[in-house]
């Protein structure tokens, strides 16, 4: 890009390093007065914190790595998720694309899950590739 308008529409999406364009929050007006802090934790992961009655409340907005990225990039974007977590005072919301096809919901997966998924069934989720469950 040399800076000029352009009347060619670019599809970001389709560029190599669209990944990268981070996570965002976007706040009602009405609700700036509560809002205490935001933190940018990567390109990854950020956090709203909002007074609220009661306890603070945090929203945290995660994206995380989709298959095709190694398992340590996995890991490290869970452990990211799990230190943030421990360090929220108050109640919290976790939002955002976790890049997951769940198939079937076990019995003991319910109270995180909900009990309503669209997906192919325990018989695929046992039959898939190590490759596919990573």
Do not use: W
């Not at 996570?23 to 802090?37: A, E, N, Q």
């Not at 950020?46 to 007074?51: L, N, P, V």
């Not at 945290?60 to 989709?66: E, L, R």
């Not at 976790?94 to 198939?103: C, E, S, V």
Request: glycine share 10%.
């Amino acid at each position: 890009m040399d800076g000029k308008p352009s009347d060619a529409r670019v599809n970001y999406r389709l560029l190599p390093d669209f990944e990268a364009a981070g996570v965002g929050v976007v706040v009602r007006t009405t609700l700036l007065p509560s809002l205490h802090d935001i933190k940018q934790i990567n390109g990854r992961m950020i956090t709203g914190s909002f007074e609220a009655e009661g306890s603070p409340m945090t929203l945290i907005c995660a994206y995380a790595p989709h298959s095709g990225h190694s398992t340590e990039l996995k890991e490290e974007f869970y452990d990211q998720l799990s230190m943030e977590i421990s360090q929220t005072k108050g109640r919290y919301i976790i939002g955002g694309d976790f890049n997951a096809r769940l198939h079937y919901v076990r019995e003991h997966e319910k109270d995180v899950c909900g009990p309503f998924i669209i997906g192919r069934g325990n018989d695929y989720l046992n039959n898939m590739s190590d490759a596919v469950k990573e």
